[in-house]
């Protein structure tokens, strides 16, 4: 009875937790550090629970990126498609090829990393936002961009995306910036276009694998689609810098509770 209510307890974490996810990558981002752990919670292995929540938040990303496919650099996706294909079904292999005591131990410090990429990534963001008006003001053009430096750039950030991914897309932003793209908005599509290719064919390669959990991933995208609409409705009335803030705040207290239990 006592493992019956535990386990019912841990499956309502999950709904709410997924609900929760959805209303974050919809208002700021940092959705996987409520929504992984719940996975974990529920008793799902650490690298099938990452592999099913790749999938349950996938959906979130692409309608991301069908809002932002005006703001597309056509001339860049090859290079931008073939760094995420080839880095995404990489990463993902290798995800799957590691020892979930291995993973389990790695948790923490993944944890940790996405947190702490996503609260350096709001200075940053500010100074591309600045020099994306600089550049209207002074009406320059993204230069062209040599293909094998930034696939060479973009690689292996598509490559951690694919094997764990939080904070990967403010990598994704820096990297591109660092290129030579100066347009805030053509920077947050290209953004979304590596990530949604990225985790695609990390979806792929963990279906192919038989890693993903179904009955969980599906009530997670479910709740998580719920919370995005939400979140989306009410993003605006919102400070970026205490969503942001309470993020990181989450990314961070998961980490120091998983330091903690691997202790």
Known sequence: MLSALTMNWHYLWLV??????GVMNAMAGGGSFVAFP????VGVPPIQANATNTVALWPGQLTSLAA???????DLMPVVALASI?????GAMVLLHTKQVTFMHLIPWLLLTGAVLFGISGPVSKWLRNRSKKSELEHHHDARISPIPLFLGLLPICFYVG???AGGGFL????????GIEEMHTLNAMKVVAACLSNLCAIF???AKGAILWHYCLVAMVFAAAGGYIGARYTRR?????LRAVVVVIGVAMAVYFFWKEA
């Open 238 to 242: 919102m400070n970026p810098a205490v």
């Open 205 to 207: 390669t963990f279906i």
């Open 86 to 90: 080839t880095g995404g079904i990489a």
């Open 16 to 21: 709410a937790a997924s609900f929760i996810a």
């Open 38 to 41: 719940a996975m974990l919670g």
């Open 163 to 165: 094997y764990f991914g």
């Open 172 to 179: 994704i932003m820096t990297v591109l910036a660092l290129f």
């Open 68 to 74: 932002l496919r005006g703001d597309v650099r056509r």
